[in-house]
C-alpha cells in the first residue's frame, strides 16, 4: 500500500469506527507493503502456522541460514527429511514445504501476474497446495501482495481483539466477525482494521 493509501484508509477508519479510532492513535501507522517474495512468504507462512510469533520466527531463521537465505524449490525437494526435522519442522510441516516446491516445479503453481489476479482466484489456486489454507492464503494476500480489503475471519487474534475491543462476552464467530466488520464500515480496508486489530493485543500483551 501506497502512504497515500494507508491515510485514506485511516481517514475511512477513524471516520466510521470509534473503536478502531482509539486504537489509531495509540499505534503507529500501518505498513503494510507489497513485495515478490511469493514463494519465500508461502513456506514461511507454512512452517510458522500454529507457533508462537517466536518460535516461528526462531525456526525461519534456522530454515534460512541452512539455505545461505535463498531457498529453491529443487533444492528443498532434495533435502533430506530428518534435516529438515533438525531445523525444527514437523513432519506435516515438510510434507507441505516439500508439496509446495513440487507444485512450483511443474508450473502446477505459478506466480505469473498473480499479483493481477482476484482474491478468490488466488485463494482458489494456492489452497491446492497442501497444509495451505484459507487463513494462510489471506496472510499472503494481505502481507505479500499488500491487499487492502482482506479480513481474516479465521484469525484467533482478530477474533480475541473484536471480543475485547468491541466488549463481546465471548469469542465471535466467523459470522460475527464479519458483522462486526459490516456495522462498522471497514471495507474497502478491512486490512488496515485487522493490521491495527493486531497492534491492540500487542498494546496489552496481557489479553494475548
Known amino acids: 500500500m501506497q502512504n497515500s493509501e494507508i491515510d485514506k484508509a485511516l481517514q475511512h477508519l477513524s471516520d ?43 525456526i525461519n531463521t534456522r530454515f534460512l541460514n541452512f539455505y545461505k537465505g535463498d531457498p529453491k524449490p529443487e533444492i528443498i525437494i532434495n533435502t533430506n527429511d530428518e534435516k529438515l526435522r533438525e531445523l525444527g ?5 515438510i510434507k507441505y514445504i516439500k508439496d509446495l516446491s513440487n507444485k512450483i516445479i511443474t508450473k502446477e503453481i505459478n506466480f505469473i501476474n498473480i499479483k493481477n489476479k482476484p482474491d478468490e482466484q488466488i485463494i482458489e489456486e494456492l489452497t491446492k497446495i497442501k497444509g495451505v489454507g484459507v487463513w494462510t492464503v489471506h496472510m499472503f494476500l494481505m502481507f505479500t ?3 487492502t480489503n482482506i479480513l481474516p475471519v479465521g484469525d484467533l487474534g ?34 488496515v482494521a485487522a493490521w491495527y486489530l493486531w497492534r491492540s493485543l500487542e498494546m496489552n500483551p496481557e489479553s494475548i
Open 158 to 191: 482478530i477474533k480475541k481483539a473484536i471480543m475485547l475491543n468491541y466488549s463481546l462476552k465471548k469469542m465471535p464467530t466467523e459470522e460475527k466477525v464479519k458483522q462486526v466488520a459490516e456495522k462498522n464500515n471497514w471495507s474497502p480496508y478491512n486490512s
Open 89 to 93: 519442522l514437523s513432519f506435516p510441516k
Open 145 to 147: 501482495l499488500g491487499r
Open 16 to 58: 466510521r469506527d470509534k473503536t478502531l479510532l482509539r486504537i489509531i492513535k495509540k499505534c503507529p501507522k500501518c505498513n503494510l507493503t507489497a513485495h515478490r517474495k511469493y514463494y519465500l512468504s508461502l513456506l514461511k507462512a507454512i512452517i510458522g502456522q500454529q507457533l508462537s510469533v517466536a518460535s516461528a520466527r526462531a
